[in-house]
């Protein structure tokens, strides 16, 4: 099975001031995460837990045959081909611009759209909408934010039905692996899907800045590995 790989983009202007929803570009400490991505792909690719983690055969070797496992596996292992998927939106594209693979821009993966609240800080959201902000607090994945194009975390599972039908196309191909540069509310929803999250837990996933996640679908569930850098 192909690893899937899910990174935030770097920290953006409107992260930094506390600011939902907008088109920014990154800050500087989120340029600086731009710059750090390839090597940090580059080194989650490279990374195996034991050896040839993929093949159950030379796992269940145990201990003693590790190194010779290392050496059969490496033998015929392909390299992996990577294709990046970002949203339509700046802080995505150009936290990616640096790799070099094939990038495809999926209007799907834009940001939850927080409709009037545009902009705002949930302090400025809580003082102009309170009757709003205890509902959301209440059901967080139904609350739908009210004004033009505004979005529930249920729509968003909804919009990105297309988006996980073709990650599940690919998740087959064990040399076709997908690096998503996404948003919190989005990757809330692909990682939850993955790791079979449920619809009251997954608004509330903790989505870092700043980390690569490697989920490596097996054959029940999936293996998880965390890829980080002090920037
Ligand atoms: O703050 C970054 C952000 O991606 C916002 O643009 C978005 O509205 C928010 O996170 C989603 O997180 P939550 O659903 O917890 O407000």
């Known amino acids: 099975h192909a690893n899937i790989?899910?990174?935030?983009?770097?920290?953006?202007?409107?992260?930094?001031?506390?600011?939902?929803?907008?088109?920014?570009?990154?800050?500087?400490?989120?340029e600086r995460y731009m710059r750090a991505l390839p090597e940090l792909i580059a080194q989650a690719q490279a990374y195996t837990p034991y050896g040839h983690a993929d093949d159950d055969r030379e796992r269940s070797r145990g201990a003693d045959g590790d190194a010779d496992a290392d050496a059969d596996a490496d033998a015929v292992r392909e390299p992996e081909s990577l294709t990046v998927w970002t949203s339509t939106l700046r802080r995505t594209r150009q936290t990616a611009s640096l790799l070099p693979y094939p990038k495809i821009a999926w209007r799907e993966l834009d940001e939850l759209s927080v409709g009037a609240?545009?902009?705002?800080?949930?302090?400025?959201?809580?003082?102009?909408?309170p009757a709003e902000f205890a509902e959301r607090d209440n059901d967080k994945y139904n609350y739908r934010y009210h004004g033009p194009g505004g979005e529930s975390y249920a729509d968003l599972v909804r919009r990105l039905e297309p988006v996980i039908m073709e990650l599940e196309r690919h998740r087959h191909d064990p040399n076709k692996a997908?690096?998503?540069?996404g948003h919190q509310a989005v990757l809330r929803c692909i990682y939850g899907y993955l790791l079979s999250f449920s619809h009251d837990e997954?608004?509330?996933?903790p989505i870092p800045l700043h980390m690569v996640m490697r989920i490596t679908p097996k054959a029940y569930g999936c293996v998880e590995t965390r890829f980080r850098v002090d920037i």
């Open 5 to 30: 790989y899910l990174s935030r983009h770097g920290e953006s202007q409107l992260n930094l001031e506390g600011r939902i929803g907008g088109d920014s570009l990154l800050s500087p400490r989120g």
């Open 117 to 129: 609240c545009d902009g705002m800080t949930y302090a400025e959201i809580e003082q102009r909408f």
């Open 178 to 181: 997908i690096l998503i540069i």
């Open 202 to 205: 997954l608004p509330y996933i």
